[in-house]
């Protein structure tokens, strides 16, 4: 990870707005440009806060309930160690399933209890649609950490944040944005949750070339491509990645299933097109980067992680300033 | 919630005695009125408190062991809170079942080993008289959470809290105590736990009339009767709520359920005639209250929350001080 | 437990080497007598403070991932403990098997993803060899919390520090070392894998004596003793604790279990000799110890327990300080 400098991002004085306290995080829709350089900014601020002292009591004596109805280690340890960092205590709870739920307790009814004991609610549920229904009966803030199929924001925005972090830039040659950059998706783009809210995310800067790379059955959505085609942004089509890959800035690799085929033969055929190795990232560029949502398995080689392009364990890291960042904007701290 | 006001309770500083400070929480035999009125008395405080600075030092370095045998979100939940509102720390301890004590190990030993890493034990333990024989062998002091089909005494304590807070008032005007109010209980009042502990604890308090509501084979069980007679409150049973809601200043809802009818039709029968609903309640009054133990399933309409006669969700937040209250009491700081 | 008293290990001043700071903790192999001296100098000022302060901010905004992929409630806690009672924060991660790893993530992944939280990570895996694997992957410290049949470095460091803190004593009269002891181990000496590890960690001290009494079947494997034998020390073996208990200082207890044996009735004829009770101990020493590393199930009569030489609880409590130890040490703060 570049070493962390004084915040590069235009006048941020200016931009803070207080209109995050109490707000929920719900969706990537919810955000606009200056939504996200807003949370970047002080994303960015939390990275060097945390490089220098670690921890610090921005959020000392606030509590967040870590509500987890099905387990995600990464996720859930992540908002812990990111309130932790901020001087915040958690209250974990993982084992819903064997719990209330299971009496019959409705989830609103879960979340307006666990409202009264804790100053925030991160939620992970299977249910889409599940993160809007909770805020809807909470006054505290609640920020969806993933509802089945529907969204996983905060997944969203560490994707962005990191390559901004690693690669932004504008025509001004400021590190104010994201701009001229090609990022090519990589395998399953159909069933991808994030790769659709990355690139609905991305649409809204200015100048960024979308390659997509998959297998015939696992295209990109076309309904995902036409919202995002609203924005200043141009896409394409491949099945295969080495025509593109010498272009590219942002390579995120995703898993190609083989469950996803009807025939084992047509995965057997198209998988070695769709793992990441070090001999054929010969002709990729030395400064662009390697990105997966993790948990990988063998879509990338081991053999690449000592690679100073691989960059899905520092995206691990910005997940953790970026989740810091959305706990003190909507506690009032940020 | 009414607005907190300072401490309404009559002289504190005279009731304040040491005698909290190592002592376990096991039943709600074990108070008197005083001491009921201390803990309450310190529980306001702590409301107080709540709501001017969130949390604050009073257990700063203490460490709560909360041993859940069985899980319990919600009452887990609410220790954590309070020990972390009170600036301390916990040790959670949810799948005690497929640990130790699958090995064999006695839950004295237990407790004896979690006693040498905490100042203070939260047991929840599906067996009736767990929580003494914990209490027998900790030199710390151990609270009970629940054991199963004994006792809850915390429930019991924030119910009766919770009646103080909302409508607490005495012969002289003040607000020092639990005088002239009619506590209606309905629905399963045979195995309810908490009506049972609530009756007695109400029965220390003076001029209370208690109204129990219930199918034939689910009445108020004549021991606790008996008991709870043995006080200055007068008790009555009825079949309906028809005729006791106009006078009723709480409603105390449990859930009556299925299973317990032999002949489902009998169910069928009743169950309508324990359903809170928004239209039902016109002939209640407009300052009485409902509450309810929750989980809720469908014995009161979510139609109904919005009324600010339901006080079950409130009634959780009060949980929090009266846990927040016996923490610091036996940990000697209140 | 003895007060505790100012520190008498010899002048650790001069010992104090920062050779510590970043390490793992794997493998009981892995120190020698002047770093056993050096963790034990530490874990006895950690007792001091915990009986004078209870908690202190030694490691305040320090984050401990505690990493069970089994679950060990003891283990758990007692890190848990050991870090919130130096003033930092845990990140509790216990349902690993329904998570990432499920999922195929391999351990390597899991750890680095951790590491961007977390500044030292405590690992429990069933596998052997595990720990070694996340040592290899981590750039921060990991402290090995048992590994399958392999190692429990902490189990084995915190059974040699009861002994010293309850016995220790040297040639000269100052108590900075273990020489000249007695100790017992008894019961099941072949798959006790924390009687191997205690073996080897006594036969760094000079003139140990360490008797064997075990079944038959259940003998300590000769690989052990020869390992041993290469120290100052002397072994012997015994089938009956009756002639080695009055010369013992310390009786290391193990439980028999009935699954070892081939023919039950084998094991209904032997169990009996390996038992603890109140009326065997009247011709042990007066100032002996007995150790066990819980859980205990029926190897140990709980009529014992209240004698002083019963001091298996007190280890509990020594293992609190140990581990506090270890996290201060790898944390560069002491």
């Known amino acids: 990870m570049p070493t962390s400098s004084p915040n590069p991002y235009l006048p941020f004085g200016e931009n803070k707005h207080a209109d995050w306290y109490?707000?929920?995080?719900?969706?990537?829709?919810?955000?606009?440009?200056?939504?996200?350089e807003y949370i970047f900014g002080v994303a960015h601020e939390m990275r060097g806060m945390v490089e220098r002292v670690g921890t610090f009591d921005l959020l000392k004596g606030k509590i967040l309930a870590n509500l987890f109805y099905e387990p995600s280690t990464r996720t859930s340890s992540s908002f812990t160690a990111a309130m932790e960092r901020l001087g915040g205590s958690v209250i974990p709870i993982n084992e819903?399933?064997?719990s209330?739920?299971?009496?019959?307790?409705?989830?609103?009814d879960t979340i307006r209890t666990l409202e009264c004991y804790a100053d925030v609610i991160v939620l992970r549920h299977p249910e889409t649609g599940s993160a809007?229904?909770?805020?809807?009966?909470?006054?505290?803030?609640?920020?969806?950490?993933?509802?089945?199929?529907?969204?996983?924001p905060t997944q969203a925005l560490l994707d962005t944040f990191?390559?901004?972090?690693?690669l932004g830039r504008s025509s001004t040659g400021t590190r104010s944005g994201l701009e001229n950059l090609t990022v090519t998706m990589l395998g399953d783009l159909k069933y991808g949750r994030t790769v659709h809210s990355l690139a609905r995310l991305l649409s809204l800067f200015d100048n960024i070339k979308l390659n997509y790379v998959s297998p015939d059955i696992l295209k990109m959505p076309k309904e995902?491509?036409?919202?995002?085609?609203?924005?200043n942004i141009s896409q394409a089509e491949y099945?295969?990645?080495e025509k593109v890959l010498p272009e590219t800035d942002v390579l995120y690799v995703t898993r190609v299933q083989k469950e996803r085929f009807e025939d084992p033969a047509d995965y057997e055929k198209v998988k070695g097109a769709y793992v990441i190795e070090p001999g054929m990232m010969k002709t990729a560029k030395q400064n662009m980067i390697v990105m997966h949502p993790l948990p990988r398995v063998t879509e990338i080689s081991m053999d690449f992680d000592d690679d100073p392009r691989a960059a899905y364990f520092r995206q691990m890291e910005y997940g953790l300033y970026v989740r810091m960042a959305l706990l003190a904007m909507v506690l009032g701290k940020a």
């Open 239 to 241: 099945s295969s990645l």
């Open 100 to 108: 209330s739920v299971t009496k019959g307790e409705s989830l609103s």
């Open 22 to 36: 109490g707000k929920d995080i719900i969706s990537v829709k919810q955000f606009n440009r200056k939504d996200l």
């Open 96 to 98: 819903v399933k064997y």
């Open 224 to 231: 995902v491509m036409d919202e995002v085609g609203a924005g």
């Open 162 to 166: 990191t390559i901004m972090e690693e």
């Open 132 to 152: 809007a229904i909770a805020a809807k009966a909470a006054k505290k803030p609640i920020i969806n950490a993933g509802d089945g199929i529907g969204e996983h």
